[in-house]
């Protein structure tokens, strides 16, 4: 049963381009997607990656979900696909607002009477607290949003509470806090006008990755040029080579970390981390790289503001099949990328290392790395 000051209401599910079109809304298709972008050999199949519809469009009255990006209207429309890239979990996603999941694509939710209202005519990027996923869910989409009729001067909602860092970020993709509308992360907000853009990377209904180049080149030279502008330190010489080192973590731990850095360092290779470091302090850091070997994890996603002639290893244990991130970055811009995949470590070997097991997700497993398959890897990087 609902509480006296909320609603219960049923949604039907509708693309962002019906309802626009509906409600005599703008709306603009960008590109209809289904072009190639890469194919990637997965054991004895291969996996075509192909580009995304990428649209952008107006709604009037509608409300937000925390967290979710979905969009609510005041005829009971759902407003999904291409929205964020877990659209194969609409109902996950909709969260505790969710009572039942109906037939026909409906949804039986419980709404609030009173919440915050924005007035003001403005662009949802939303946020979430995963570095990675920060960049390739809100702020890869600024790369469709900027494209919105007078984008420069219309306000961008954005949550609170995020990492000072991720703020920093806007910055210098060109949104500054003068521009920023912070919504609470734990409660829905009511818009007059709000525009919404599609990601450049999410899944399809089919769970298949989909890449849009363009919207990482725009974010990569957006951020760079801020970051890198003339009163940067000046680059380094002989360019470098940087090992984005686990540490300390408490999950998908290298367990001969150790011998990785060693083998790192006898090819001109410095071990880094990031934490603590300002947003342009980290694209500094990476600015002028000629090779990145990255862990796979959150961290790794810096390699976005990478140079497009930067080698990008990626290490990677068989439980975790990591589609975005580096990997999508990397074929976005034109990086020459090595996935180098990983034996998993048994509990036998988290023991043995003196380590405790903080997680038995098999994604989160910890992992060994080939060191011999490693110097390999890094005999072929070009001189600085």
Known sequence: MSAANETEIEYKTQTLAEWCGAH????TSIEPGGGMVQRFGVGQKFLDVTSPPVFLGRLSDSLILPVSTFSCTP????????????????????????????????????IPNNMPTVDQECIFLGGRANFGHFLFESLMRWAIGSQIPNSDSLPVAIYDGLPARFYEFLDLAGIPKTRRILLDPAVPTRFRRLWRASSPL??????????????????????????????????????????????A???????????????????????????????????????????????????????????MDCAVLELVPPTIGALFGPVAYATCLG??????????????????????????????????????????VLKTVPPG
Request: proline share 8%; hydrophobic share 40%.
């Open 24 to 27: 005599n809304q703008p709306y």
């Open 75 to 110: 005829d009971h429309t759902l407003i999904h696909a291409g929205l964020t890239h877990r659209d194969y979990a609409l109902a996950s996603d909709i969260g505790p607002f969710l009572i039942e999941d109906l037939a026909e694509n409906k949804f039986l939710l419980r």
């Open 202 to 247: 999410y899944r399809s209904a089919d769970k298949d990755p989909l890449w849009w180049p363009e919207g990482v080149r725009f974010i990569n030279r957006e951020v760079r040029s801020r970051a890198l502008s003339n009163d940067s330190p000046p680059n380094t010489t002989p360019r470098p080579i940087l090992y984005v080192a686990r540490g």
């Open 249 to 307: 973590e408490n999950w998908r731990r290298i367990l001969n970390e150790a011998d990785v850095i060693e083998c790192v360092r006898r090819y001109g290779g410095t071990p880094v981390s990031f934490d603590g470091l300002p947003a342009k302090e980290q694209v500094q850091m990476v600015g002028n790289a000629r090779a990145m070997i990255l862990p796979v994890g959150a961290a790794a996603a810096v390699s976005l503001f990478a140079p």
């Open 335 to 376: 990086q020459p990328y090595v996935r180098l995949l990983c034996p998993s470590a048994t509990p036998a070997d988290v023991a043995a290392a003196g380590l405790k097991i903080h997680s038995i997700e098999r994604i989160d497993t910890d992992y060994w790395v080939d060191c011999n398959k490693l110097e390999a």
